[in-house]
């Protein structure tokens, strides 16, 4: 079965109402929630950790910030603030170093990220090259693929390029909205997908709920088992 790790973001930032969505959401079998580093103080972080590991979620932080020195203080943060994961950023050896010894799982973006809301570019072959490369440092556990934030790629060809080139698991960040793209994204081999924007919008079913539309979703997950 294809993971959902459900994002308390909009936009590329943590929604200010995230504490309180992280109990709306309990008991809906949700296991895996995420936040951005965009949007949250590391105050923040450490409750929103906190909160999450109390409910019994693995807890993820996508990092999204556009320089050097803030993805590597929001790194520095995440393992302050104890989180289980961090997805995205793009300088992977320095920040592997960083998480050296923390038993933190990173997943940095593999390809060339442009922009905040990020962008993914580049040809197909290029980013899962880029993938093979970053799983092959230590302390890099797969890769976090901004697959539905090409401009142009084949979705299911991109993610299962990415998928055959990496050694660890592939998460699809970014952009699903329905099960087409969940059953794409599974049929590639992809290990999880992430969805935060579109449920605050309301564009999931159940909506404009947001633990009928994680139900959903999860449902929408487990059927591709």
């Known amino acids: 079965?294809?993971?959902f790790i459900f994002m308390l973001t909009h936009h590329d930032r943590t929604v200010p109402e995230a504490e309180q969505v992280l109990a709306d959401v309990a008991g809906t079998g949700l296991r895996l929630v995420g936040c951005k580093d965009v949007g949250a103080t590391p105050e923040r972080l450490r409750d929103l950790v906190a909160r999450a590991h109390d409910d019994g979620l693995e807890m993820m932080?996508?990092?999204?910030?556009?320089?050097?020195?803030?993805?590597?203080?929001?790194?520095?943060?995440?393992v302050d603030a104890g989180f289980d994961w961090v997805l995205g950023g793009?300088?992977?050896?320095e920040a592997a170093g960083l998480l050296a010894?923390?038993?933190?799982?990173?997943?940095?973006?593999?390809?060339?990220i442009v922009g905040h809301p990020s962008v993914l570019e580049g040809e197909i072959d290029e980013i899962a090259r880029s993938a093979a490369e970053l799983t092959a440092l230590e302390g890099v556990h797969g890769v976090d693929l901004l697959a539905y934030?090409?401009?142009?790629?084949?979705?299911?060809?991109?993610?299962?390029?990415?998928?055959?080139?990496s050694a660890g698991p592939v998460i699809a960040a970014g952009s699903v909205v329905d099960a087409a793209q969940i059953a794409t994204l599974a049929t590639a081999g992809a290990w999880g997908?992430?969805?935060?924007?579109?449920?605050?919008?309301?564009?999931l079913p159940g909506g404009p709920d947001v633990a009928a539309q994680v139900r959903a979703v999860l449902a929408m997950a487990a059927a591709e088992a």
């Open 193 to 203: 997908f992430t969805i935060g924007g579109a449920i605050f919008e309301g564009r």
């Open 149 to 165: 934030r090409h401009p142009t790629a084949d979705v299911g060809a991109l993610t299962a390029a990415v998928v055959a080139a």
């Open 61 to 78: 932080l996508e990092v999204v910030s556009t320089s050097r020195d803030d993805e590597l203080a929001s790194v520095r943060a995440a």
């Open 101 to 112: 010894g923390s038993g933190i799982r990173y997943c940095p973006f593999p390809g060339t």
């Open 1 to 3: 079965m294809i993971e």
């Open 90 to 93: 793009t300088h992977a050896a």
